[in-house]
C-alpha cells in the first residue's frame, strides 16, 4: 500500500515482532550466537567475543584480553574493542533491518573513536540507542530512501571505568521492489 503525500511516496513499513523476539532469543543464547559467529563473524568467534544482553532499546556486547586479542602494549587492540563496539549497535541494527517489509539495505558510512582507559579483562560494550534504530529503519523502509544517522557504544571495564567510546554513522535505504 502507497500513500502520497506532498510529492513523497510513503509505502506501509511492517516489523514481524514475533521474528524480532524469536531472534533476539536466539542471540541471548551464547551456544547458538557462537555458533552462528563461525559462519557470519569469524574474527568475532576468534576473539571470544559475545552478546550479554539484548533486546528492542538496548545490547551489551562483550570480549575478554587475551592471547589473540592483545596488542604490543599488553591490553586489548584497538580493532577488535572497534569490532565489539559495532557489533552492539549493528546487532540491533540487523535485527530491526532484517525483520521489517519492505526490506532495509544498511551501511556503516563512518566511525569515531576516543580511547579513555586501558582495555584489560572484559571489556563490555553498550549501546541504548534501539528506539532511534528502530525509527530509522522504518522511515527507511516508507520511503525508500537513503537516510543516515548516528549510534553511540560506551565500553566499561569490569570495574566499571569507561574505556572507550565509539561513534557510528549507519545509513539506512529502504529496497525497492524488483
Request: one cysteine or more; a positive charge; glycine letters at 8%.
Amino acid at each position: 500500500m502507497e500513500v502520497t503525500e506532498d510529492k513523497k511516496t510513503y509505502r506501509k513499513a511492517v516489523f514481524n515482532d514475533v521474528k524480532i523476539a524469536k531472534q533476539q532469543k536466539r542471540m541471548n543464547n551464547r551456544l547458538l550466537l557462537r555458533l552462528g559467529m563461525i559462519y557470519n563473524l569469524p574474527l568475532g568467534f576468534l576473539s571470544g567475543m559475545y552478546i550479554k544482553h539484548i533486546d528492542d532499546n538496548s545490547c551489551k556486547v562483550a570480549v575478554p584480553y587475551k592471547f589473540l586479542n592483545k596488542n604490543p602494549f599488553k591490553t586489548t587492540y584497538w580493532a577488535v574493542l572497534g569490532m565489539a563496539a559495532e557489533m552492539a549497535s549493528g546487532i540491533i541494527l540487523v535485527t530491526y533491518s532484517k525483520n521489517i517489509t519492505p526490506s532495509v539495505a544498511t551501511f556503516v558510512v563512518g566511525c569515531e573513536s576516543t580511547f579513555i582507559n586501558r582495555a584489560l579483562g572484559v571489556t563490555t560494550f553498550e549501546c541504548h540507542d534501539g528506539q532511534l534504530i528502530k525509527e530509522k529503519v522504518k522511515l527507511a523502509a516508507e520511503t525508500g530512501e537513503g537516510h543516515t544517522f548516528t549510534t553511540k557504544t560506551v565500553g566499561y571495564a569490569e570495574d566499571g571505568k569507561e574505556v572507550a567510546e565509539f561513534i557510528f554513522t549507519w545509513s539506512v535505504k529502504g529496497r525497492n521492489k524488483k
